[in-house]
């Protein structure tokens, strides 16, 4: 699974919006859920993009609580550990907040325009700035700039234009109810500041409903026809552009609202919540059966092959690499790898 480039990445991003797929963005924060996604990518014979959070990435580098050494630091090994295998993989840095830009993107992004200097491939093939919190216009002042600095070292930039709803990383977002829908009027604006890929490829997070987290049936309305208006107003201000969709808060969507959001442009589907619970859920079961084994009951010595981090490891592994697998056959993209093609 070696890391793809960024010229693997763009054509990556070109065949998913041209054969009606899109590739799952699976979230990790440690050497076994990164493995674990690799794991599914692999099992499944679809390409991926493995990606970050600030949160992630601070969790990641233990007790220094420095995000960026928490990133250089999962990069690093998933280029080791991904070298041999027979797909693609893409890393990417997820939901970076305004006020966490000095401190985590715009550090990892430098460092990336320096090794593109000396003919090197970036950290990641791409990193998102998250300014939904902001106006529009700041929001996409700072998104432009940023742009710059991603096209000077082949970097593709993710915006996000709206409010996701729910928590993500520990941050929640309470918005109206409209603001969790894009407007027309603001993908355009989005277009006129950011360019339609003249200045720098970008993906867009535009918001039709979705939230992060899963919840009951019913508490969610998503409206994946925004996307699709998004697009047709586009194509009338700036003929044969196309945006390149990312569908934040996927976990918990049902099939069919996946694929209409996939037939109006979507190229990437963020998945967390589900991983986590499959992982988890996995773990949760080994204690249970195993429970005389991981405890030292009544004076007993419980069972080494239980309690060993190995075992449970493991079968949570196992689980979220099949968690990861079955978002791949949902997303289409399930043996589509280019390195089979």
Known sequence: MPIATTTQYAAMLDAAASGGFAFPGVNVSSSQTLNAALRGLADAGSDGIVQVS??????LSGQAGDMVAGARAFQAFAREV???????VALHTDHCPPDKLDG???????????RHRRGEEPLF????????????????????DL??????????????CGVVGGEEDGLRADAPRE?????????????????????????????????HGVYQPGKVELRPKVLADGQAALAAAHPGARFD???????GSRPDEIREAISYGVVKMN????????????????????YDGVLKLDGGVGQKKAYDPRSWGREAEAAMAARVAEACRELGSAGRSLLRS
Do not use: K, W
């Open 245 to 251: 969709y990312v569908f934040h808060g996927g976990s």
């Open 179 to 211: 603001r969790l829908y894009t407007t027309n009027e603001d993908l355009l604006r989005v277009a006129e500041v950011l360019g339609t890929g003249e200045r720098g490829r970008y993906l867009l997070a535009a918001t039709f409903g979705n939230v």
């Open 125 to 144: 093939q791409s990193q998102m700035f998250d300014g939904s919190t902001l106006p529009l216009e700041e929001n996409l002042r700072i998104a432009a």
């Open 54 to 59: 600030t949160g992630g990435a601070e969790y």
């Open 147 to 160: 742009l710059e600095r991603c096209a000077g070292a082949n970097v593709v930039l993710e915006v996000e």
């Open 271 to 290: 998945i967390d919540t589900d991983m986590q619970y499959a992982f988890t859920r996995a773990t949760a079961g080994h204690m249970f059966v195993h």
């Open 104 to 114: 985590f993107l715009r550090p990892l992004l430098a460092e990336s325009v320096e």
């Open 82 to 88: 991904a070298a041999n295998a027979p797909v693609l």
